[in-house]
């Protein structure tokens, strides 16, 4: 018999079997892979795949032997992290307006004996980025090399950078094909994008925050979930312990979204203060940490890790891990002694309600847009952001306003900047005359291996 891989490839066999329905073995897509990383396959071939695949759908061997070899097509962190002798965890969310919990997270899970390799990313379509709101802080820097990657997380057990060229290089030529071809929403091609730099990074264990409602990228229910049991089945059978949790994002995350007032919010809550507004994002900066702190083997339970979570936040050892973090990614920590005094945006404007009634529903990624359009997020990619833009909500989903009371402080470069995102905020925030019905639960579902098994089955696509 010959040996699948013995036998030569061409990638135009690859893009009509993938065209025509059939499904690739692992040998193909590392061929496939290797091209794309040594660039050794031309742009318009990958595109032609990358549609294809799209179109077609990925099952979910083809989606776990594309994580695989996109997680190997470069070097990897894990080596670096066995030298630090802890247990590896980390978190990621599917992206959100206003979602700053790995800054709560990540010092928490250190301070509870973790370490976390944090790799981020920027402000993407209506949603913040987590390395633009680090680079409000003066001198911080996320381009760290692994060498210094590693040293920072030798000192403080957490850094957050950005993906450097050295880890899944595939990723980053096929990421910026889709980008441009209209590729980007493909479960199978998310799930391997995510999770092949996860992988990478060495983790033993990997919580995932993936959101649903209004200001989620996968509105619909059934995708999101579908999206989670597919992201938890990958990692799980690739040797990381994965759990997904399924969250609210029908409203922005706490109270402030921009870049620094983000973090402003953050240290507040490291310091135990516990602002009214900033309570959802609490409690799920508490949720996810504990289920970091149990999948790391430090609790056993994920309620236990919780109860560990808080007592470091109200001792304050979270709040030394980020501040040692900060220092020594090159940032000055001097900004924290006064965070308010730090913020100094070129122009604000408090949006007044416009008619009394009950904030009913709020149109979050039309929020998110508000947002970005007051600079904290960029027209173009590679354009500097503005680190003080961005918004304070003075009302919830579910609370009762009266005509002329405040609802928002919005803060932008330039006063030119305001009149288009108080626009949006007038439309996307709806006042009504009954309130809400019945509130949305902050975690609504969790998706360990066995349930994800189970949702896969029953979606028609048993894992092989
Ligand atoms: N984030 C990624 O890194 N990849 C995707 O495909 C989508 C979001």
Request: aromatic fraction near 4%.
């Amino acid at each position: 018999m010959t040996d699948a891989s013995s036998v030569p490839l061409h990638i135009i066999d690859l893009i009509r079997k993938k065209r025509d329905g059939g499904a690739l073995n692992a040998h193909e897509i590392a061929f496939l892979v290797e091209g794309a990383a040594s660039g050794t396959i031309p742009p318009e071939q990958l595109a032609a795949w990358l549609m294809a695949a799209w179109l077609r759908g990925l099952s979910l061997d083809e989606t776990r032997a594309l994580t695989i070899a996109m997680r190997d097509s470069g070097e990897k962190f894990s080596p670096r992290l066995l030298l630090l002798g802890k247990v590896a965890v980390d978190k990621h969310s599917t992206g959100g307006v206003g979602d700053k919990t790995s800054f709560l997270v990540a010092p928490i899970a250190s301070a509870c004996g973790l370490v976390v390799p944090m790799i981020s990313g920027r402000a993407l379509g209506h949603t913040g980025g987590t390395l633009d709101k680090l680079e409000s802080i003066p001198g911080f820097r996320t381009a760290l090399t692994l060498d210094e990657f590693g040293s920072v997380l030798a000192e403080c057990g957490a850094a957050i950078v950005s993906q450097t060229p050295e880890l899944v290089p595939a990723d980053r030529v096929l990421y910026a094909l889709r980008d441009r071809t209209g590729t980007v929403e493909s479960p199978g091609l998310i799930c391997a994008s995510i999770l092949s730099k996860k992988l990478a990074a060495g983790l033993d264990a990997l919580v995932l925050d993936v959101k649903t409602g209004s200001g989620a990228f996968l509105r619909k229910r059934e995708d999101a979930e579908y999206l989670a049991a597919l992201m938890v089945a990958t990692a799980e059978t690739a040797g990381t312990r994965t759990v997904a949790l399924m969250t609210d994002m029908g409203q922005p995350l706490g109270r402030m979204a921009g870049n620094w007032i983000e973090l402003m919010e953050a240290v507040e809550l490291l310091r135990g203060e516990r602002p009214k507004r900033s309570e959802d994002l609490r409690e799920l900066s508490l949720q996810l940490a504990g289920w970091m702190i149990h999948l790391g083997g430090k609790a056993d339970s994920p309620e236990r890790g919780s109860a560990m979570a808080e007592t470091a936040l109200n001792d304050g050892s979270a709040l030394r891990v980020f501040l040692r973090m900060v220092e020594a990614q090159g940032g000055d920590v001097r900004v924290f002694d006064d965070p308010p005094a730090f913020h100094r945006p070129g122009a604000a404007r408090v949006l007044e309600a416009w008619e009394s009634g009950y904030v009913s529903d709020m149109e979050t990624t039309q929020i998110g847009w508000a947002v970005q359009r007051l600079g904290a997020g960029r027209e173009k990619a590679g354009e500097p952001v503005d680190p003080h833009a961005g918004i304070e909500f003075h009302a919830r989903r579910g609370a009762r306003v009266e005509r002329g009371q405040p609802v928002a402080t919005l803060y932008a470069t330039r006063a030119e900047l305001l009149a288009e995102p108080v626009a949006l905020l007038k439309k996307a925030i709806i006042l009504s005359e009954t309130p809400p019905g019945a509130a949305v639960p902050l975690v609504s579902r969790i998706l360990t291996y066995e349930n994800a098994e189970a949702l896969l089955r029953d979606a028609g696509k048993v894992i092989g």
